[in-house]
């Protein structure tokens, strides 16, 4: 079926309307490239220690060369990485995926519950996981498939004696590092010295071997992988580097990544686009420290940022943001949530520098529409879709609408998921056979190609740009033996977009609201807990049953 794609005709000058995919085989060709393009340039930078791109390649390689040689894993096999960011982040991501495995990226506030689900979902062989989360490791690792755990310190790429102090201050000054013991744990160092001793095996690693297993939660409140392939990050890679490639200086650019790099949008647009052109990629490990956050950019001359629109009011509304120099500040991309007018217009105000909205998906690798970078201003829109993609919006029965019409997003394109690990009948409930991918977002199209998400389709609640699913958290509080019934639904939050509320029907009517965030607490990575826990009579349902969770938000 041949769509009409009025957005070409209003493409930035110098963005084609398609990519090459074929460019480079894998992500680790990519990286080859730019070590050789950029071999003694700076490549990431965490805690005042730089690493080159020289340095990534010869650490990664050593990490690789462990997996292989020490573990004996095999092709396919699958590595988790539970850690905020650090310098130990890429140079994992890139050892793994450079011996033909797979990433399975972890958040490092999840709870023991979320986690076993996790790990035991993926089949992970190994993990690596900071110390100040490696409890929550201990006492979920005996029920998984995980043969080898690696543990390390935040000072542990910093030179002797700062990486000492460091660790020493986290765990014994500021409490940071809870105890714990797990038998036969290796730490990250030693892995990169057993590594050194042995050769990295060539390893052929083609566009359809899975890259990332990429956890997103589902409609059946469980967590599923989406498998995120080679050619699928490469292709959103030359997509997206197409795109904003006419506004980046190669070779120059120093980009703040706050954003944690287990999220898809830092993953790819920070770990991969801006490698690509040689960039030099400022971590932030704690970002939600806002006045530290500010300290370490009044240090900097930024040329880049990308984050969630909570990340951009936060920074705003921080005392001493406005004397950071913005001189060179030329890209600030906004995705994960919806970017509110109202930030976007002080950031320009602030900052001199346009936000500019994007869209996509775990399930798109992410991007699929950006606006264009030369946007004199906040439009509304979450922009085009981006080079080799096609978008529309359909009805119910699948068909496809004109332009103004309300109906369901669907993309297709090369950045489009292989499927969820392991689960063929959600794959499919997800991607039809026409091979368009239904985000359960409800949008319309205008004339000029521009799309605007109108509402959801799906009950999900977005906070900070991380996914809640409310059959999740409802799961999670059905369990206290006081609740009879519960709903879970996203009210507006001017900080997070959205947070959670619970609407309650007691089974014991000595149960409270505290004791509800208690139980949250201890089962639900903190952007799942609730915000408001409300307790009624009853709740809203239709004449078969279900929970009317719209209206549970209207009222």
């Known amino acids: 079926m041949t769509i009409e794609r009025p957005w070409l005709a209003h493409y930035p000058a110098g963005v084609p309307a398609n990519i090459d995919v074929d460019e480079f085989p894998s992500i680790p060709s990519v990286l080859e490239g730019a070590i050789r393009n950029f071999r003694d340039r700076p490549a990431f930078t965490n805690l005042g220690r730089t690493l080159s791109y020289a340095e990534v390649d010869e650490l990664s390689r050593q990490f690789a060369a462990y997996l292989l040689g020490e573990l004996k894993l095999k092709k396919g096999d699958r590595v988790a990485i539970m ?52 409890k929550t490791v201990q006492d979920v690792v005996g029920d998984t498939s995980v043969k080898q755990v690696i543990t390390t310190g935040l000072g542990d790429m910093l030179p002797f004696p700062k990486r000492g102090i460091v660790n020493f201050v986290l765990k014994y000054v500021k409490k940071m590092v809870p105890d714990y013991d797990i038998p036969g744990a290796i730490r990250f160092r030693d892995t990169l010295a057993l590594g050194a001793r042995h050769e990295l095996p060539a390893v052929a690693i083609t566009h359809e071997d899975i890259a990332f297993l990429q956890y997103t939660g589902g409609t059946t409140g469980v967590a599923k992988g989406a498998m995120l392939t080679h050619r699928n990050m490469v292709a959103n890679m030359q997509q997206a580097s197409a795109w904003i490639g006419t506004n980046v200086r190669i070779g120059e650019e120093l980009m703040v990544t706050a954003l944690p790099l287990y999220h898809i949008f830092a993953l790819t647009a920070n770990g991969l686009v801006f ?3 040689g960039g030099h990629n400022y971590l932030i490990t704690n970002p939600r420290d806002m006045p530290g956050f500010v300290k370490e950019l009044k240090g900097i001359q930024m040329t880049a940022i990308t984050g969630v629109n909570t990340l951009f009011n936060g920074l705003l509304n921080t005392p001493g943001f406005d004397q950071v120099d913005f001189s060179k ?86 950045q ?92 014991d009517p000595a149960l409270t609201a505290e004791q509800v965030k208690a139980h949250a607490k201890e089962n639900l990575t903190g952007y799942k807990q609730p915000r408001i826990v409300e307790f009624r009579d009853e709740l809203p349902k239709t004449n078969v049953g279900k929970i009317l969770r719209r209206e549970l938000r209207d009222s």
């Open 83 to 134: 850690m905020p960011n650090c310098l130990q982040y890429p140079i994992a991501t890139f050892g793994i995926l450079r011996a033909g495995l797979t990433v399975v990226n972890t958040n490092p506030m999840y709870t023991a519950r979320e986690l076993r689900h996790q790990l035991v979902d993926s089949g992970a062989s190994a993990i690596l996981v900071l110390d100040n989360f490696a």
């Open 275 to 277: 490698m690509k052109f």
């Open 329 to 414: 500040l030329h890209l600030t991309l906004g995705g994960g949530m919806a970017v509110q007018r109202a930030v976007a217009e002080r950031w320009k105000a602030v900052t001199g520098t346009t936000l500019v909205e994007a869209y996509g998906l775990t399930e798109t690798a992410p991007a699929a529409c950006i606006n264009p970078m030369n946007l004199a201003e906040y439009n509304g829109a979450i922009g085009l879709p981006v080079p080799s993609t096609d978008a529309c919006v359909k009805d119910e029965e699948g068909r496809i609408l004109p332009v103004g019409e309300v109906g369901e997003l669907c993309i297709k394109g090369p």
């Open 416 to 507: 489009v998921m292989k499927g969820y690990w392991q689960r063929p009948e959600e794959t499919a409930a997800a991607i039809d056979a026409d091979g368009w991918l239904h985000t359960g977002d409800m949008a319309k199209m205008d004339q000029d190609g521009f799309f605007y998400i109108v509402d959801r389709k799906k009950d999900m609640i977005l906070v900070s740009g991380f996914n809640v699913y409310p059959n999740e958290v409802e799961d999670v509080i059905a369990m206290m033996p006081g609740v009879l019934e519960v709903a879970a639904v996203g009210v507006p939050d001017d900080k997070s977009g959205e947070a959670v509320k619970l609407v309650i029907v007691k089974k």
